[in-house]
Every structure is written in structure tokens, then in C-alpha cells.
């Protein structure tokens, strides 16, 4: 048998460069993205207070929500203590110590400092959803605008909100009696934009302890929990309500070893609000009429909570009844708002 010689033939190895091109592409989009958003948000942070400063040639706070100075100035007037306003007067505390007493500038500050760290928390919070980083500021935006997307109560995106004519065909105004809002929550001074900071990154630690059992994570988020009677009470009760039900869920459903850290979490919290709500500021006027009207504010969709509740028992019947612990997570943020609405119904009906 004979082979046929071939002639030589001089092969050159070119390398691949579409992975490189690739890879850079993807890092430069994902730097305009960041400088997007950044731009974004530090536009809406100054957009309302330049429109006035030209609109009347002078300096001076202007309201996005029309309850706003009053809150802000009862925050500035009332000494720091440990209650649930006690992060919404850090900031005023430190630039008095510094030697910023004017109220627009403390305004001004809080417009500057507190949505831009929402917005980043919430963008840690998003790491929970996705790795890739224009997904996460696509997320951590959708986190930051919820209520104004998907309550039908802002009067930014609708003007009359959906809520309203909801609340007329419906008849019942006490128990559907929308909660109208003329600014992004985001941005409103002091609050809720402070606790937002809080509530992004706790809501994050929940999720990435629980949705896979990790315990030292879950160790940090019984230690945080009592200083949520720090923060504002609408916020802090989200973030009791995911918290208890998730470990519960957690400790039973999947047999996690959660009690150790849960329930002396629990006694704590409990005696820290306990310690929280009898100070004098917390039985003033001001702090009275939330626990009568705005318990709590943040008050997502009854309609989107049941079509994501729906979903969750669709996925849950398609895995023969198998929950995964983060669709039993997901099941549990959506259960939140109908708390809220049981809140309400009450509430409602008092006043």
C-alpha cells in the first residue's frame, strides 16, 4: 500500500478575536449604562429645586409632595432619640455640627445624598436577580420606582392616577381610597428615601440567607432586625413582615436550622420597639397621625400581588407541588401588600 505524499503547506494560526471584541463591548456598554443612570439620577435629584430657582429667581425649597416641608422641618426642630425617625435626623445632626443650620441647604443635602445611596442599595439588592450590570440598574430602577409604576397612585406617571377611577367604579371609598402621591417616593424628604437605603440592603440579606441557606448571612440579618424600630415605621413593618415570614417558612417548610437566631432576634425587636414607641416624640401629633392613616404607606397593587401570587402557584404546580425557596420567597413579598390592605380596612373604616 502506498500513500501519496502531499505537498507541505505552511498553515498560519490566526487568533480569535471576537471574544476580546466582545468582552470590550460588553464593558463599554455596561459604563454608559452606569453614566445613564448616574446622569438620571442626579438630574431628577436637582431637577425641582433648579425649575424653581429659575422659575422665581431665588433659592428656596420646592415641594415635591405638599406635606413635605412639614415633615422635614419636624425633623429638624425634634432633638435626636432612638425612635423611628432616628435616621431621618442623622443627617441634619451632622451638618448642624458642621455649621449648616439653613433649611435649604439641609433640604438640598438630602436630595444629593439619600436617592443616590436608594438607588445603590438597591442595585445590591438586584445582585440577587442578575450578575449582569445592566440588567441589575434596570432592576434596581424598577425597585426604586415600584410604587409609582405599578400602585396606579402616582400623579407623576397618570394624571388622574388609575387609582381613582378604580376607587369610583368600585364605590367603596374607604376601603379603596388611593393614597396619591405628586412626587417619586425616592425623592421625598426625609422619608421614605432614608429607609429605602435600609430596606434594599436588608430585603437583599433576606434573600441571599434564605433563598440558599446560608448561615452566617442569615446571623447578620437577625442582628439588624432590632434597629429597624429606627428607621420609619411603614418602611420597618415591610421588613418585619418578609422577615418573620420568611424564616418561619424557612424553619418549617425546609427544616432550616433558623431558631437559634430567629427568636432571640425576635425578643429583641419586639423589646426594642417596645423601648422605641414610648418615647415622648413618638406620642406626638405628628407621629400619632401615621399609625392612624399611613400604616403602612407603601401599598403595591392589590392586582399585580395576585397575578404574582397566581404565577407562583402555577410555577409550584408545574414542579409537582416541589416549592423552591425562592419562589416560597417570592410568594412572600407578594403576600405583603395584602396585610397592608387588611391594615387599611380597618384603618379605613375608623376615620
Known amino acids: 500500500m ?38 438620571v439620577i442626579a438630574f431628577s435629584c436637582f431637577w425641582s429645586t433648579a425649575k424653581f430657582d429659575v422659575g422665581v429667581h431665588e433659592f428656596a425649597l420646592f415641594q415635591a409632595a405638599p406635606d413635605e416641608p412639614f415633615y422635614l422641618s419636624v425633623a429638624a426642630d425634634t432633638p435626636l432619640s432612638l425612635d423611628y425617625r432616628f435616621t431621618s435626623r442623622i443627617l441634619i445632626e451632622a451638618l448642624r455640627a458642621a455649621g449648616v443650620t439653613s433649611f435649604d441647604w439641609i433640604a438640598l443635602a438630602y436630595q444629593a445624598i439619600f436617592p443616590p445611596l436608594a438607588f445603590l442599595a438597591a442595585f445590591i439588592a438586584a445582585r440577587c436577580l442578575s450578575s449582569r450590570t445592566i440588567t441589575r440598574l434596570t432592576l434596581a430602577l424598577l425597585l426604586c420606582l415600584a410604587f409609582d409604576i405599578l400602585s396606579g397612585s402616582s400623579q407623576v406617571v397618570a ?13 367603596k371609598d374607604w376601603l379603596f381610597r388611593p393614597d396619591l402621591w405628586s412626587c417619586f417616593p425616592i425623592f421625598r424628604r426625609p422619608e421614605p428615601q432614608v429607609s429605602f437605603c435600609f430596606l434594599f440592603l436588608y430585603l437583599f440579606g433576606v434573600v441571599h440567607s434564605l433563598g440558599s441557606w446560608r448561615p452566617r448571612s442569615y446571623r447578620f440579618v437577625c442582628l439588624a432586625t432590632p434597629f429597624t424600630c429606627l428607621i420609619y415605621i411603614t418602611t420597618g413593618l415591610i421588613a418585619l413582615l418578609v422577615f418573620g415570614m420568611a424564616s418561619l417558612t424557612a424553619g418549617l417548610l425546609y427544616r432550616r436550622p433558623v431558631w437559634k437566631w430567629f427568636i432571640p432576634s425576635l425578643i429583641i425587636t419586639a423589646a426594642a420597639y417596645a423601648l422605641a414607641f414610648a418615647g415622648a416624640s413618638s406620642q406626638a401629633a405628628s407621629a400619632t397621625t401615621v399609625f392612624a392613616t399611613h400604616l403602612p404607606t407603601l401599598r403595591p397593587s392589590m392586582l399585580w400581588s395576585a397575578l404574582g401570587i397566581t404565577l407562583c402557584v402555577f410555577a409550584a404546580w408545574r414542579h409537582n407541588g416541589r416549592l423552591h425557596p425562592r419562589l416560597c420567597l417570592a410568594f412572600i413579598f407578594l403576600l405583603v401588600p395584602f396585610f397592608a390592605l387588611n391594615q387599611q380596612i380597618l384603618t379605613g373604616r375608623a376615620i
Request: glycine share 8%; proline share 10%.
Open 2 to 39: 502506498e500513500f501519496a505524499a502531499s505537498e507541505p503547506r505552511n498553515i498560519t494560526i490566526v487568533p480569535r478575536q471576537d471574544s476580546g471584541v466582545a468582552l470590550a463591548g460588553g464593558t463599554l456598554a455596561n459604563r454608559l449604562a452606569i453614566l445613564a443612570t448616574a446622569f
Open 159 to 171: 394624571n388622574p392616577p388609575p387609582a381613582i377611577a378604580v376607587a369610583d367604579f368600585i364605590g
